[in-house]
């Protein structure tokens, strides 16, 4: 049994958009490329974490992200081999996954290093991490202005390695963005400094000035896409590994969309002047309408919101979705489609057609209802099917 709504997933556009992606960080001459983190956290943005790992791997990904340890030994136990970076703050009670499925932590607080040292020392083992600086997001990470004091404990925990060094942006997405700069500037100083109380270690005394033990990595998609300067060693894409530009930005990239959601007509209903369709009879005819039933709703992931403002196409026009968004069901208007019935094919997120109009993509469903396309492609549901072409 197959439901009709489902989501189709293309991981030819993934591992396309992936070497392209590549190929834009390649671009600059004079300098080594940026390696590439692909960041699968959140079920891969809702794409499905596991083909999409390793989909990735098979492109040649050289490190993987994830928010949590959780979603890592979910990629491990389907198979990934390359290394698993986890983002997020670790709780004491998570640590032995880090060691049994062989991922590497962040280490954002000082207490989490004290904690990781002691598991690792009791493992008789040595772990390697990423150390996220903290540069004006106030979230994650060491304070980038108390280094001197916060990091010398972690930097001599004789069970941890420094892999890595990284920090986050938050305002990447905003053109002209003064705090973008400042962040910046608070990273490069951060790094002077742990440049200073890294002490090469004897066998690495011969390492040529200027060259450092560990790796440097700060940009998301956006800021990947808005300054250079910052790309270091690494970069970490999200969104636009997916196909989808952060609005609202514009890039020259060459990228496909990962994802597309369809469904069928279930229905269709003639409504008479006066009358209204669905909870709250939020729309109402004025004149002889003609709706059509569409098995997907706020279950499956689709926004409350896009009543009234939302489009899916229908033989190849777009039609407004009328009415309130229902749990497992929208309505839309098909009066001006022609001949609509059910079985006819509908795109939620996807092309049905060559003509751009005959396109509706994830920003523009984001836009049409202020939210932002992250959201809306991890809150596809789990009811709906993946299919992986
Ligand atoms: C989610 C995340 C990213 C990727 O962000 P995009 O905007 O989707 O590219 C990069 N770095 C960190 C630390 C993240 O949490």
């Known amino acids: ?26 671009s600059e001459p004079g300098r080594t490329p940026p390696r590439i983190i692909c960041v699968v956290k959140a079920n891969a943005y809702g794409h499905g974490s596991d083909r999409v790992a390793l989909a990735l791997e098979e492109a040649g990904a050289d490190l993987l992200a994830c928010a949590d340890i959780e979603e890592a030994i979910v990629l491990r136990r389907a198979g990934v081999r390359a290394p698993i970076l986890v983002f997020g703050a670790l709780s004491i009670s998570d640590l032995d996954g880090l060691f049994e499925y062989s991922l590497t932590p962040t280490v954002s ?3 989490a290093a004290r904690a990781l040292q002691a598991a690792a020392s009791r493992r008789e083992t040595s772990l390697g991490y990423h150390l996220k600086i903290d540069t004006g997001m106030n979230r994650l990470g060491f304070r980038h202005d108390n280094l001197r004091r916060s990091l010398p404990e972690l930097l001599g925990s004789t069970n941890l390695r420094l892999e890595a060094v990284y920090t986050h942006f938050a305002t990447a997405d905003e053109p002209g963005s003064q705090v973008f700069l400042d962040q910046s500037a608070n990273f490069a100083k951060a790094l002077a400094v742990v440049d200073e109380l890294v002490k090469p270690a004897k066998s690495e005394r011969t390492r040529p000035t200027g060259e450092r033990s560990y790796l ?8 990947l896409l808005r300054d250079s300067r910052v790309w270091y060693d690494m970069v970490r894409p999200g969104l636009l ?11 020259t990239i060459d990228l496909k969309p990962v994802m597309s959601l369809t469904s069928r007509v279930v229905a269709v209903k003639g409504m008479r002047p006066g009358e209204g369709v669905g909870y709250g009879w939020r729309y109402r005819a004025q004149e002889p309408r003609t709706i059509a039933v569409i098995p997907a709703g706020y279950a499956d992931g689709l926004d409350l919101r896009l009543s009234g403002k939302g489009h899916v196409l229908i033989r190849g026009r777009r039609v407004p979705i009328v009415g309130a968004v229902s749990m497992d069901m929208i309505t839309v208007d098909v009066t001006d489609a022609g001949e ?11 092309r049905q057609g060559d003509e751009s109009w005959q396109q509706i993509d994830v920003r523009e469903m984001a836009g049409a209802i202020g939210t932002i396309p992250w959201e809306i492609v991890c809150r596809v549901g789990s009811r709906i099917e993946r299919y992986y072409d």
């Not at 049994?1 to 390649?26: G, P, Y």
């Not at 440097?216 to 800021?223: D, I, L, P, R």
Request: contains cysteine.
């Open 216 to 223: 440097v990595h700060a940009c998301n998609s956006a800021a």
């Open 1 to 26: 049994m197959v439901r009709s709504t489902v989501a189709r997933i293309d991981l030819e556009a993934l591992k396309w958009n992936f070497a392209a992606i590549q190929q834009h960080v390649a």
């Open 340 to 350: 609509v019935a059910p079985g006819d094919e509908v795109v939620i997120i996807g």
């Open 109 to 111: 607080t000082p207490s």
């Open 241 to 251: 590994l997916y196909g989808i530009v952060p609005p609202p930005l514009a890039s």
